[in-house]
C-alpha cells in the first residue's frame, strides 16, 4: 500500500467555520507533511511530523492547527479562514531518516478547500 | 533557507529530448528529488538524487552536482502526456529537522 489518503476531497466554509483535513497512510512513514499550493504554484510547505513531534512549522497563522494523533494520521485544524486561504491542501509522508535513505515524499490527492 | 530556481515555462516537441534545469542553495542537503504534476492533480514522483552523478530510469534521467548546486532531469522520446508541471524539490536539515523545499517548478508544454 502505497496510498496517502485525505479527506474530503472537497470543502467549503464559512470564515466563522471550524473544520479539520484528515490525512492517512499505513506505508510506516515517520515524517509527515502538510502543504499548501495556490493554482500554476508550486507546493509551499506548512507543517512538517518527524515521529509524531511537530518539526517544522513555516510561520503558518495560528488559524492552521496541525495535530499527529498517531503515527499513521495527520490532521489539520482550520478556524476563523480568510478567503485568501482558499487553495488545494496537501498532505504527504516520507521515511525519515538521511544519506543514501530514500526519502521519496508520497502525496495525497489533496484537499480543494474553499472559504467563502 | 533554501532557494530553488527553474525556468518558468519550456515547449518542445513529441518524440524530442528536452532537458529541465534546477539550481538550488540549501543548507544540510540530503537529497534532491524531482516530481511531476499534471494541472488539479498531486505531484508525482520522478527520481532522486543524493550523490552526484546520472540516475536513469526508462525515458527519465536526472543528474546532481552538490559543488555546483545543479539538477536537470532529462525526459528522452517526448509524449503529449508529458505536458505538465515538472518540479525540482530539495531535501534539507534545519535545526529543527528534515524538510522538502519545492522550486517554482516549470511547466513543460509538448507540441505535435
Known amino acids: 500500500d502505497t496510498e496517502v489518503t485525505q479527506t474530503p476531497k472537497h470543502l467549503v466554509m464559512g470564515m466563522t467555520n471550524k473544520k479539520s483535513l484528515k490525512c492517512e497512510q499505513h506505508m510506516g512513514h515517520r515524517a509527515m507533511y502538510w502543504y499548501k499550493q495556490k493554482a500554476k504554484k508550486p507546493p509551499e510547505l506548512m507543517f512538517v511530523?518527524?515521529?509524531?513531534?511537530?518539526?517544522i512549522n513555516e510561520s503558518v497563522p495560528s488559524r492552521f492547527s496541525p495535530e499527529c494523533p498517531n503515527s499513521s494520521l495527520l490532521n489539520l485544524h482550520l478556524h476563523a479562514l480568510q478567503p485568501e486561504d482558499s487553495a488545494l491542501y496537501l498532505c504527504a509522508s516520507s521515511q525519515e531518516g538521511s544519506g543514501l535513505v530514500n526519502t521519496e515524499a508520497f502525496f495525497g490527492q489533496g484537499t480543494r478547500l474553499t472559504v467563502v | 533557507g533554501q532557494n530553488i530556481d527553474q525556468p518558468t515555462e519550456m515547449t518542445a516537441t513529441e518524440g524530442a529530448i528536452v532537458q529541465i534545469n534546477c539550481t538550488y542553495q540549501t543548507s544540510g542537503f540530503n537529497g534532491l528529488f524531482w516530481y511531476q504534476q499534471h494541472a488539479g492533480e498531486a505531484p508525482t514522483f520522478l527520481s532522486y538524487?543524493?550523490?552526484?552523478g546520472l540516475e536513469e530510469k526508462g525515458r527519465f534521467s536526472s543528474f546532481l552536482s552538490r559543488s555546483k548546486g545543479y539538477s536537470y532531469l532529462l525526459l528522452k522520446e517526448l509524449q503529449m502526456k508529458d505536458s505538465a508541471s515538472y518540479l525540482c524539490?530539495?531535501?534539507?536539515?534545519?535545526?529543527?529537522?528534515?524538510?522538502?523545499?519545492f522550486g517554482t517548478g516549470t511547466q513543460l508544454k509538448v507540441e505535435l
Open positions: 538524487n543524493v550523490l552526484d
Open positions: 511530523y518527524s515521529y509524531e513531534k511537530l518539526s
Open positions: 524539490a530539495v531535501r534539507g536539515f534545519t535545526g529543527g529537522g528534515n524538510k522538502l523545499t
